[in-house]
């Protein structure tokens, strides 16, 4: 069936005949493999170009920072999926990746239009504070949250912050957007009231566009960090089993609260 | 509702307190960010120890080797996945991992376990060769395939394997399972009665396990690697779709086989 | 780690002890079990409440409708999926629904949400036609498509969009949606400048809102429906693959619009 | 990329030109919409032969059997995932179907090709308790379990089973396949030692196959059930939230078993 104008596929990432496999120009065996790190790989394959040394340790600072951070819903869910259908690990993965959505991990992607758009609204010549002041107030107006600040654990600023910023500026990066990044920090008290601090989420896009990288591949970096944690969790679970155990936990205070039959005891 | 004996959960892997997120004993914001790779961090998620330069070597170079191949099924699942669905990123790269099963991607597992077999029957006293012609003999006889040999496109050897085995040689890399894997390859002609060449899914698991990576991990390595290639085909998906184009292509020599009912027209 | 208020998970589905498993207030085996049909249950489940002959009938030809449609994208992507890993049944499904999103299947429920708000502002007092016309007025002046309008196939009027009007008449639902439905498809010439007749997606909320059956729901009509065609798909495939052959064919006039090494010939 | 010998993709399944849907040689909207049941319509998408009656009560009876439990593995997974993307409803529904593995859900497809083999066997001229008996005496010295015997929560026979049967006598089904799973029941105490009793995984393959349903689409069946019960849940999700909940029960009580840094305070 013929499903929007296009019909002929295209792609610019890769071909390959029988005997070279190019990637982004490049003959894979010839140029890649053994001679570049799966980091600056990652940004090949999304950009066509080569990392330089700042890019990559940007990069691999926020893969790093948000690949694990215990059995959060999403490896919960994996774990669990693990113990029902051990012998695909890959749906066991798939189910965890299905957990980065808008409400968890994929902050990272809103917050970092979000930075972009203060970044632009400073071009055109508002100061940073205003911008960041007047947007915090827009989304409040709207009742949206503020994407990537306050944090269920860390309510001091998430330690996950301070480590990123750190790389950033020792790695040479632009640190514009960590500057916006907390001039939204500063403004949010005096709109909300109360202090959320910068978390993972918010402090991923601030050092990675200063690093050059696309705003629309921001979401793809939870993502690809979390898969690395989820296949350890798989790889623990399948030496030692916690998903059923998990399930027994979670509702061991479960309270059903809808109608039984007479004579049903709980 | 209690499955299986155990009802209280364990890990390993990580647990955090306001301050501190502990991953594998390291503190994750004072040892991990800004100083690790996210290469070896997978790594060390996964043993708990810290890669060496041989291991970071192998491991970088397996994952480049194995992450893109072009427009193959797991990337056309993923962009037609995409395409109907485009606010959920995570759901179509989910799509794409569901394909890293058995017959695709998979055998990087299966193929190390072939490999981790006959090398323990090299230490029981078995020659080298005798073992690995057993071996294939024994898949024969089962009408099993070779897991890791063959290629639909790459009918000579993968070029993917030379640069692999050059790597883990130039890393200083135990090639114990590099010689068995070509002894495979020696092999499947006398009993197959055709060549089936090394694949890059046993060239993998030849360099890992002789840089001592877990083989129980092994098919965590192109699900890994496959996701920072679906999610660099997603970003070129949203600006330069062919998910439909795809799916109207493959159908355009559909051949339907069933009944019509009286009158119709195709 | 907690993640907003509530730390108590309540539910009203369903309850059970060693011999009594309770469902919506009724006992599973006593009272549903060989009496009812699983169209009801899926009512039951999803609402608390019996179905009657009214809803049964509209919710079956609904279900009937949307599940099968030939190799569409989402069944093309999970019989890729199931070529891949033929072990994992459930992923290859599970790829399948991934396909039920915004752009295709989804909008059963964004169409169902236009009626509603089209309805509340006839109960407000406007017109049909005029509450109509504007809607697709606001819709086109924000660039927005009118969900459930308009097929690649079906120029005229979806053939199944008869037939799901005329089974709600028969059995005695309320038409007030459907009339909203056609109000809007006449407006659409108007305001678009052509023809976007009905198609499926809009059809079945106009006949499901007038059974009574729930809005925020309707997004599941398709996903369980296009469920029971997905396991069709996947019976064929373990009988008469095409999985690889489609992607073969997808990929024979693709267009490689990216750079190649020296020397490379395609 | 041409995988396998076949490059023309075949079904039999649908076809269709502007005006028609063909279903198995149906004419969609003249033939089946309105006509047929979402039950009936599933066994013709798998079988393309019309349900008769005592085909729908008894694969009725199954889907509703199996459809929900309460907070299973799999619900609990699915609502930490919409909990975490609630934008898409397809991604927490698909991670609820990936839990649909060999070990929860799954057993009602190896329990029905253990009753098939046992009728095979029977119908060789072996006596049906000799086949049993023997059957059990196999897995367990294969160390695998029986599929379809013992329950985490009912101990004595999952309730479930007598309705099933009931269901299937009442309905006119051929009892064989119930007499050969109460065959494996007694023969198990005098294997294994010990009462494992006949749970609804034995009991659904039990009643379909004397239905005529087929072995290799049993899989299916719970699959298609419980994507019935996910929706419900999640609808449930949206209004009244626990995933979070859940995960936040479930950790309650964790054991960390790792190393941590000098001077951590858990």
Same mark, same amino acid.
């Given at each position: ?47 066509? %170009? @080569? !990392?330089?040394? #700042?890019?990559?340790?940007?990069? +691999? /600072?926020?893969?790093? =920072?948000? $690949?694990?951070?215990? &059995?959060?819903?999403?490896? %919960? @869910? !994996?774990?669990? #999926?693990?113990?029902?259908?051990? +012998? /695909?690990?890959?749906? =066991?993965? $798939?189910?965890?990746? &299905? ?19 203060? =970044? ?56 514009r ?10 403004a ?20 990675l566009?200063?690093a ?33 155990a ?8 479960l ?12």
């Amino acid at each position: 069936m013929k499903i929007g104008r296009e019909t002929t596929p295209k792609t610019a990432i890769s071909t390959s005949n029988a005997d070279t496999i190019v990637v982004r120009g490049k003959d894979l065996c010839q140029d890649l493999i053994g001679q570049t790190s799966f980091t600056d790989y990652f940004l090949f394959l999304l950009t066509g %170009q @080569a !990392a330089d040394e #700042t890019r990559r340790r940007v990069l +691999d /600072a926020t893969l790093v =920072a948000i $690949a694990e951070h215990g &059995l959060v819903p999403s490896v %919960q @869910a !994996a774990r669990m #999926t693990y113990a029902a259908a051990p +012998d /695909a690990l890959q749906g =066991a993965v $798939a189910a965890g990746i &299905l957990g980065c959505g808008s409400v968890i991990l994929g902050a990272s992607e809103t917050a970092g239009v979000l930075l972009d758009d203060i =970044a632009r609204q400073v071009d055109d010549g508002k100061s940073l504070d205003a911008a960041a002041l007047e947007t915090v107030k827009t989304l409040r107006a709207e009742r949206k949250p503020i994407p990537g600040y306050g944090h269920p654990l860390h309510k001091a600023r998430d330690p996950r912050v301070n480590a990123l910023f750190s790389t950033a500026r020792e790695a040479g990066a632009d640190m514009r957007y960590v500057e916006i990044a907390e001039a939204v920090e500063k403004a949010i008290p005096q709109v909300i009231g109360k202090d959320l601090k910068l978390n993972v989420s918010a402090a991923i896009p601030a050092v990675l566009l200063g690093a050059g990288f696309p705003v629309k591949a921001l979401k793809g970096v939870p993502i690809l960090a979390r898969t690395a944690s989820l296949i350890a969790h798989m790889l623990e679970e399948s030496e030692q089993p916690c998903g059923f155990a998990l399930s027994y936990q979670a509702t061991q205070n479960l309270d059903y609260t809808g109608a039984v039959p007479a004579g049903y005891k709980g």
